[in-house]
């Protein structure tokens, strides 16, 4: 049976489920946005004048550019750069999240054990760290059966300093991810016969991903700009060489801009890296959306 209104409808001249924009013969114009348009007008124009005034800067030497943009020199330090990041990761990580479960302990002594290291780090700057262990020989002059000098590298002593800072901003980020999955989850898993352990290693860290990658992400690439400071202790990086060379032909500038863009391919590829793992995370229904 045809109610009236859908009859009145269409005798009207359009269809009963017609939206207050289709009517016949009009023509939805979009709305103006005219501050829009000039602010990102002047944002692109004030790019454009920063780019081409350090270009056209008489002061920079281009050749000197082109010449160690791919320098042997230059190449072993973005190398070191990559292995100072990549291990100083995967100490941050594992370290992290011990420090997270101990946070989450019904231990008091656990939590305060791990609450006063994460204290501790976060809360003196990563140069002062590195400078500490760069130095260590000042205070101890041998661990154990071994002389601390040959033992602590500034390679050695770069890769530790990075790593126990890393794992204090991991532990936070872990345990943020731990703390938001259910606890009802944890209670499950402990009803079925799940030893702790295995409960947080097969039931809570997988659903706490979908928290812990996308902060993982921007730690690391925080972390490879970070690596620029163990240029204090001479760590080998790719500062360090760009400094090395700048010290000896004094073009200073040009190879800072030499490290700047190879920066930007870390980063940049990190987070091309990054974008991919949170899809195929949300798309198997683990990330961040849930698999919706």
Not at 106 to 134: E, F, H
């Amino acid at each position: 049976m045809t109610g009236r209104g859908d009859r009145g409808a269409s005798e009207a001249g359009g269809p009963a489920g017609a939206g207050p924009h289709q009517h016949a013969g009009q023509r939805v114009v979009p709305l103006r946005r005219p501050g829009l348009w000039i602010t990102s007008a002047v944002v692109a124009a004030f790019v454009a004048w920063v780019a081409a005034s350090i270009w056209r800067n008489p002061n920079i030497v281009h050749p000197v550019i082109a010449q160690y943009q791919f320098a042997s020199a230059i190449l072993q330090g973005l190398r070191t750069t990559v292995v100072l990041a990549v291990l100083a990761a995967l100490i941050g990580l594992t370290l992290g999240i011990v420090l997270a479960i101990m946070r989450l302990s019904s231990s008091p002594v656990l939590r305060w054990g791990s609450g006063l290291y994460t204290w501790l780090v976060r809360g003196t700057p990563l140069l002062v760290q590195i400078l500490i262990w760069g130095n260590l020989a000042l205070l101890f002059s041998r661990i154990g059966p071994f002389d601390t000098n040959a033992l602590m590298t500034p390679f050695v002593a770069s890769v530790v300093a990075l790593g126990l800072n890393e794992a204090a901003y991991m532990a936070e980020v872990v345990r943020a991810g731990i703390v938001s999955v259910d606890r009802g989850q944890y209670e499950a898993s402990i009803a079925l016969g799940m030893s702790r352990a295995l409960a947080m290693r097969r039931i809570i860290l997988p659903q706490a991903l979908r928290v812990i990658i996308p902060p993982t992400g921007n730690q690391f690439i925080s972390l490879l700009k970070a690596t620029s400071l163990v240029s204090v202790i001479a760590g080998g990086d790719l500062l360090t060489a760009a400094q090395n060379i700048s010290s000896a032909n004094l073009h200073t500038i040009e190879l800072m801009l030499v490290a700047t863009f190879w920066y930007l391919v870390l980063t940049t590829i990190t987070s091309v890296g990054q974008y991919f793992i949170e899809r195929r995370l949300a798309r198997s229904g683990t990330g961040l959306h849930g698999g919706r």
